[in-house]
C-alpha cells in the first residue's frame, strides 16, 4: 500500500516539472520577437505631433529620444505584431483632453499599413481632410467625428475598399455627397449628420448592400429619396430627418425588413403613410413627423409593427379616426399625435392595451374629452405614465383627466400639460403625484376662487406672465421663493388682485423695478431678493413701507437715493433689508422708526439726519451699515436709540474718537467697529453697556491701556476683538472676569510684559463641546417669518495664517490670540485647563522659557502657533496626544533636543520645525546625537552584521544553491541528450496509463462495495 502512494506522488512531480518546462518555454521551437517600430512611420507620427497647437498632455508618450524610440507602446498606436507596421491609431478626445490646432495630416501618409484611424471628438479648425488618406487602402475604421473639420468630403475616400466603418458627422463639411462613396461595398456604418452637405443623394448609395447604418440627418439635403434605398436589405438605422427632401415616402421602403430604426421627421415629405410601412416588423423607432403635407389616415398596417417602442406623427396633416389596431403595439412606451387637428379618438378603447406607455401627447385632438371610454381609459394608464401633454382638446372639469380616480392613484407623472382647455373650478388634489415637475394649466377657467398660492422650495422652472394669474382675482397671498422661474410681465400689466403677502425671492423680475407693484396698495410682506432687478428704485414705491411690515429687496443691483419722506412708520416691528444694493446717499430720518434696519454692502455716506434729526426713534433694535461709504466723525447723537441691541459700522472711513454717547445703548448686545479710523481711547462710558455679547472694535487706530472695566463691567462678553490697534501695556488681569469669553484677540497691538496666569478663569473655555443652552439664536433678517432675532454675529479671525470671516463663531470656535504683540515672560501653563480651546496662537512675541507640558492637555486644539519667541528646551512629549492638531508652528525659537515621536506630530514637515539651531529629528532631516543615520531601516546594525544575520544569510545562500543544483541536475540531462528525452516521455505515457488503470479499478471496488 505504501509503494501506491508512493508511485502517486511522484507521478504528481513528475507532472508538474513537466508543467514548468512548458511554462518556462523549453518545449517551443521558437520565441516571440519582440515587435518593433519602423522608423519612417515614428518621425511620421512625430510630425504629425509637431503640427498641433495643443495635445492636452494625450500625446506625453510621444518623444523623440533614445528611451522611446519604440513607437508602438505610445498612447494610441498598436502595431501589428508580425510587420512592426502600425496598425492602428486611436487618438479620440474626450474633455478637458482634446487635440487642437490646424492639423498636417499629410504627415501620416507614411502609414499606409494602417486599418484603424479614429480623431474624433477633436478641434481641428476647419482643416480639410485631406485627399490621399484614400490611399489607405486597408483602413477598415475612419472616425473623424465632432472635430470641426471643413471643406467638400474627397471623392478619394470612395478607394478604401477595405472600408467598413465611416463616420464624419457634427463637422463644418460641406458640397455634394461623393457618388464615389457608392464604391465602398465593404461599408457597414455610414454617418454624416450635422454637417451642411447639400445636393441630392446618390443613387450609388443603393450598392451599400452590407450598410447596416445610415444617418444622413441635419443637413441641406435636397431632391427626392432615391428608391435605390430599398435595395439596402441589411439596413437596420436609416435617419434622414431634418433635411429638405420632398415627394412621397416610395413604397420599397417596406423592402427594408430588418430595419429597427426610421426618422423621416422634419422634411417637406408629402402623400399618405404608405402602408408597406406596416411590413418592418423589425421596427422599433418611427418619427415621421413635421412633414405638414403628409394627409390621409393612420395606415391599418401598423398593427404589425409588434416591437415598436417610440412612434412619433406630430405636425402632419393626418386625419379620421384612429384605427383600434394601434392598440396591437404591446411595447410602444412613447406615443406623439399632437397637431393633426383633423383626427380623431372615436373610441379610446385602444390605450387599454398600451400598457408600456409612459409618454402621451394628443395635443389639438379636440373630441378627445368626448370620446368612449376616455375616461376609464386615461384612469389606467396614468398609473404609468410619466409625460401627459393634452392641450386644447377641449376638456372640461368632467373629462376625469383630474377626477378623483386620478387623484387616488399613485402616479410617476413628472410632466402634465392641460393648457388651453375649458377646465373650471378649483385645482383638484395632487398630493399623489409626487414625482411632478412641471404642470401647466393656463388658458383655462380654473382657480377663480384662489386666495393663496404657495409654491416656495421647489424645482419650478420656466416662464409665467400674465396671462397665467389673470384669472386669480381673489389671490391675497403668492409665494414662490426659491424657484427657477422667469416673471415676465409687461409694464402696463395692471393685476385683477390686491396682494398683501408677495415672495419672490431667487426667483428672476426682468431687470427694470416691477412697476407692477405700484398697483399693489395692501401689501405687508414684500420678499424680491436676489430677483435680478438692475434699476433705480422709483420714488413712489417708498411710500409704500407705512403698509410694508417687512421689506427685503437685498441682492439685487438697486440704485438711487433714498428720499426723505414727510410719513411715520407705526408699524412696531418694521424690517426694511436692503443690503447688498448700490444704494447711495444719507439714510433718511422717517426711517429711523423701523424696529429693524439692514444697509449694509451699499454706498451709503451720511449718517447725520437718520441720528440727530428731529425723528429720532425709540424703537430701532437693529442697524446694520457695515461695508459702505461712511466717513467723517460719528455724531455723538446715541441717545435717542437706547433700544437699540445691535450696531454693525464696521468696514466704513469712519474716522476720530469713538462718541461718549454711545455708553447711552445700555440695550446693546453686539457693537461692531471693525475696520475704520477710529483713534485715542475708548469711551469711558461703554462700561454701562453691560449685556454685550460681542464686542469687536479691530482694524482701528485705537490707543492707550486696554482699560480694566472691559473686564469689570463686561462680564457677559462671549467675543472680545481688539486686534490691529495701537494698545498698549500689559494684558489686563481684570480680563479674567470674562469667565463667559469664547474669543479673545489681542494681536497685532503694542502690549507688554506677560500672559496673566488667571486666563484659567475663563470658564466657556474649559468646556470641550458647545453647551447647547449657550448656543446663540440666528439673528439674521428672514424672509420666512418675522421675528426679532435678525443678526448673525461675525468677527474676522487669524485662522491657520490667514483672515477668515466667521459667523456666529461662538458657536463653534474657541480661541486666544495675544500673537504680534511684546509680550515677555513664560507660557503659562495654567492655559492646560482650558479643555476646548480650538486655537492658540501667541507667535511673534519675547515669551521664554519651556513649553509647558500641560498644553498636551487641550485635546480640542487644532491650531497652535508659538513661532518666533525665545521659547526653549525640548518639545514635549504630550504635544503628541492631541490628536486633532492640523497646524503646529514651534519655528524660529530656541527650541533643543529630538522632535518626539507620535502619529499626529509625525504629520508635520520641517516648516513647523526651522529656525531652531540645536532641533534634530526626522522632519528636519537631521539626526540626534546617538542616532542611525537618517534613511537607515530601525533595528539594522550600523557597523557590521551580528552573529544571527551571518548565519541566516549563509542558510538561505545553502538553500538557494541546493535547489538550482538539484533541480537542474533533473532537468540538464533531459533537456540537453535526447536519448534521456525519449525515455522520460515513454516514462510519462507508461506512468499516465498506469493511474487511468489504477482509477478504473478502484472505482469498480467502489462500485461493488456500494452494490454488495
Known sequence: MGGYFLKILFSLLVCFLHTEISILGLNSTSEISRVKCIESERQALLNFKRGLVNDSGMLSTWRDDENN????????????????????????????????????????????????????????????????????????????????????????????????????????????????????TSLQ????????????????????????????????????????????????????????????????????????????????????????????????????????????????????????????????????????????????????????????????????????LTTLDLTSLHNLGSSRYWQQMIGELITNLRELSLVDCNLTDESVVLSASIQNSSSPLVTLNLNDNSLEGPIPNLSNFTSLRTLHLSNNGLLHELESLHLQDNYLEGDINEWHLNNLSKLEELDLTDNSLSLKFGTTWVPP???YNLGLASCKLCPSFPSWLQTQSHLGFLDISDAGIDDFVPDWFWNKLQSISLMNMSYNTLKGTIPNLPIKLTDDYKLIILNSNQLEGEIPAFLSHAYALDFSNNKISGLNTFLCGKRASTNLHTLDLSSNRIMGQLPNCW???????????????????????????????????????????????????????????????????????????????????????????????????????????????????????????????????VITSQIVRGRRISSRSISPLIYDSNVLLMWKGQDHMYWNPENLLKSIDLSSNHLTGEVPKELGYLLGLVSLNLSRNNLHGQIPSEIGNLNSLEFLDLSRNHISRKIPSTLSKIDRLAVLDLSNNDLNGRIPWGRQLQTFDGSSFEGNTNLCGQQLNKSCPGDKPIGTPEGEAVDGEDEDSIFYGALYMSLGLGFFTGFWGLLGPILLWKPWRIAYQRFLIRLTDYILLMVEVNMAKCHMWFKG
Open 189 to 356: 456604418h455610414l454617418d454624416l449628420s450635422l454637417n451642411s452637405l447639400s445636393g441630392e443623394i446618390p443613387s450609388e448609395v443603393g450598392v451599400l448592400t452590407s450598410l447596416q447604418h445610415l444617418d444622413l440627418s441635419r443637413n441641406s439635403l435636397r431632391g427626392e429619396i432615391p428608391s435605390e434605398v430599398g435595395k439596402l436589405t441589411s439596413l437596420r438605422h436609416l435617419d434622414l430627418s431634418f433635411n429638405s427632401f420632398r415627394g412621397e415616402i416610395h413604397s420599397e421602403v417596406g423592402m427594408l425588413t430588418s430595419l429597427q430604426h426610421l426618422d423621416l421627421s422634419g422634411n417637406s415629405l408629402l402623400g399618405e403613410i404608405p402602408s408597406e410601412v406596416g411590413k418592418l416588423t423589425a421596427l422599433r423607432y418611427l418619427d415621421l413627423s413635421y412633414n405638414v403635407a403628409i394627409h390621409g389616415e393612420i395606415p391599418y398596417h401598423f398593427k404589425n409593427l409588434s416591437q415598436l417602442q417610440y412612434l412619433c406623427l406630430r405636425g402632419l396633416n393626418l386625419s379620421g379616426p384612429i384605427p383600434l389596431r394601434v392598440g396591437n403595439l404591446p411595447i410602444l412606451h412613447t406615443l406623439r399625435l399632437e397637431g393633426n387637428f383633423d383626427l380623431k379618438i372615436n373610441d379610446a378603447k385602444w390605450l387599454s392595451s398600451l400598457s408600456f
Open 639 to 769: 441717545e435717542h436709540l437706547n433700544t437699540l441691541e445691535f450696531l454693525d459700522l464696521s468696514n466704513n472711513k469712519l474716522s476720530g474718537k469713538i462718541p461718549q454717547s454711545m455708553g447711552t445703548l445700555v440695550n446693546l448686545e453686539a457693537l461692531a467697529l471693525r475696520h475704520n479710523n477710529f483713534i485715542g481711547d475708548l469711551p469711558f462710558t461703554l462700561k454701562n453697556c453691560t449685556r454685550l455679547d460681542i464686542l469687536d472694535l479691530s482694524e482701528n487706530l485705537l490707543s492707550g491701556p486696554i482699560p480694566s472695566w472691559i473686564g469689570q463691567s463686561l462680564q457677559q462678553l462671549q467675543i472680545l476683538s481688539l486686534r490691529v490697534n495701537h494698545f498698549n501695556g500689559s494684558v489686563p488681569v481684570h480680563l479674567c472676569y470674562l469667565r463667559q469669553i469664547h474669543i479673545l484677540d489681542l494681536s497685532r497691538n503694542n502690549l507688554s510684559k506677560g500672559i496673566p496666569t488667571c486666563l484659567r478663569n475663563f470658564t466657556a473655555m474649559m468646556e470641550s463641546r
Open 497 to 499: 388682485f390686491q396682494l
Open 69 to 184: 524610440r519604440g513607437c508602438c507602446k505610445w498612447k494610441g498606436l498598436q502595431c501589428n505584431n508580425e510587420t512592426g507596421h502600425v496598425s492602428k491609431l486611436d487618438l479620440h478626445g474626450h474633455y478637458p483632453q482634446r487635440l487642437s490646432g490646424v492639423i498636417n495630416i499629410s504627415s501620416l501618409i507614411d502609414l499606409q499599413n494602417i486599418e484603424y484611424l479614429n480623431l474624433s471628438n477633436n478641434d481641428f479648425e476647419g482643416s480639410y481632410i485631406p485627399k490621399f488618406m484614400g490611399s489607405f487602402t486597408n483602413l477598415k475604421y475612419l472616425d473623424l467625428s465632432r472635430s470641426r473639420f471643413g471643406g467638400r468630403i474627397p471623392y478619394e475616400l470612395g478607394n478604401l475598399s477595405k472600408l467598413e466603418y465611416l463616420d464624419l458627422k457634427w463637422n463644418s463639411l460641406d458640397g455634394a455627397i461623393p457618388s464615389q462613396l457608392g464604391k465602398l
